[in-house]
């Protein structure tokens, strides 16, 4: 499956996890998209593309359980968490319960609307190694209140790469009446996801990273009964439109102004590669190479992984916590010496190295890190022991 891939050659790409990548046949599919959108602009956005936005969503709706009607394509999550954020109606002193496990610019999007509407943004600590998924929804509960109006949770963290219980954390939030916005943006085309079953208020994931779709396509779902109070976060031609549809809430989110919709319009294709490529089988595979090494790479630098190493936590991408004088030079030294990129991030005082593997990786990839380590643990002192 390299072969497939536009990746350059002469990097071992152990970052899939970050934006993706996209394979020859849909990005050719991006490309035919955009000349046409140039051959003929007018005719092209004023009637081809609502007619090509329901083609893009059926198989969309489809792949992610949800009725087509109730979600929007988005650039990417943190742009639909925008949405959600700036039409919510809390009072100061409300709070939004989350863990301290969320990603970078989910918690500054936060802190913007905190910091103007007097809302308080709990970041309840999910303390490492997770023990069990018992423990991990035992201690998220821990900081409900009678103020907690909201849960905010990414179902696959960024920096510690954990698969997050969302379902039963919904189950429990809808029992006790509160909001549910769920960050899904690894989890499409990585874990199984049935978004009726999770039955979340709020749920954004993405195409461009694990579904292999071009760079800037993404999704906002919106459970029926909350579309009528979400405001579009870009007032434009679609609101109180001279030739409404039938969904004021699609008429609000999808028509924002000139924009080129061509990653979206990808999607019946990045689902017909999947599906010709078997990609079930291909993700397994890859996540036994993920589990299969991780402890191996813990011992490496003496650490302790940070949660059981099975498919309850881990998928595709696992975290190896690290002790290093400079997280930024360790990084740019893989890179420029080692010709790897992966991503050394900090979380709460802690910083982790993740390794993503996709069916263009094998397992001499994850060699050539092991041997890199090995070398930089020996001749420098970037990692310490």
């Known amino acids: 499956m390299k072969s497939q891939f ?34 003929e602009p007018v ?24 009725d087509a009607e109730d979600f929007f394509f988005t650039p990417n999550p943190t742009f639909a968490v925008n949405t ?14 989350t863990t301290n496990h969320e990603y970078g610019a989910m918690d500054r999007t936060w ?46 963290s960024s920096a510690t790469a954990l698969i997050f219980p969302v379902k039963e954390i919904c189950d429990k939030a809808r029992q006790l009446g509160l909001i549910t916005i769920v960050d899904g943006a690894h989890v499409p085309g990585h874990i199984d996801l049935n978004i009726s079953e999770l039955n979340p208020d709020f749920y954004t994931g993405t195409l461009h990273k694990w579904m292999l779709a071009p760079k800037g396509s993404s999704f906002l779902y919106v459970k029926k009964e909350l579309q009528a109070s979400i405001d579009p976060l870009v007032v434009s031609w679609g609101y109180e439109s001279l030739a409404p ?65 099975n498919d309850e936590f881990l998928g595709q991408m696992a975290s190896i916590p690290l002790k290093t004088n400079s997280s930024l030079e360790l990084k740019e030294l893989l890179y420029s010496k080692y010709k790897i990129q ?7 005082g802690a910083i982790y190295m993740r390794y993503s593997m996709n069916v263009y990786n094998s397992q001499e990839d994850l060699e050539l890190l092991y041997h890199a380590i090995t070398a930089i643990i020996k001749t420098t002192n970037l990692i310490l022991v």
């Open 6 to 39: 536009l990746l350059d050659e002469t990097i071992t790409f152990l970052n899939h996890g970050s934006f993706g990548a996209c394979p020859k046949p849909i990005f050719e599919e991006y490309l035919r998209l955009q000349l046409e959108l140039e051959k």
């Open 43 to 66: 005719n092209f956005i004023q009637k081809k593309l609502p007619v090509y936005l329901i083609e893009a969503k059926k198989p969309l709706a489809k792949f992610i359980g949800c």
């Open 84 to 97: 959600i954020m700036r039409s919510l109606n809390l009072q100061p002193d409300d709070e939004i319960l």
């Open 111 to 156: 802190s913007f609307y905190c910091k103007r509407s007097g809302v308080k943004y709990k970041r309840q600590e999910i303390s490492l190694p997770i023990v069990s998924k018992a423990q991990l929804i035992e201690e998220f509960w821990k900081g409900y209140t009678s103020k907690t109006k909201v849960v905010f949770l990414n179902q696959i």
């Open 245 to 309: 549809s039938e969904s004021q809430f699609l008429d609000y989110h999808e028509y924002q102004g000139t924009n080129d919709h061509s990653a979206y319009l990808c999607t019946p294709k990045v689902i017909a590669f999947l599906e010709e490529n078997n990609w079930k089988e291909k993700s397994l595979a890859c996540r036994k190479l993920v589990q299969g090494n991780y402890q191996r790479f813990c011992d490496l630098v003496g650490a302790q992984p940070i949660c059981p190493i």
């Open 342 to 348: 992966i991503p050394i991030m900090p979380l709460n």
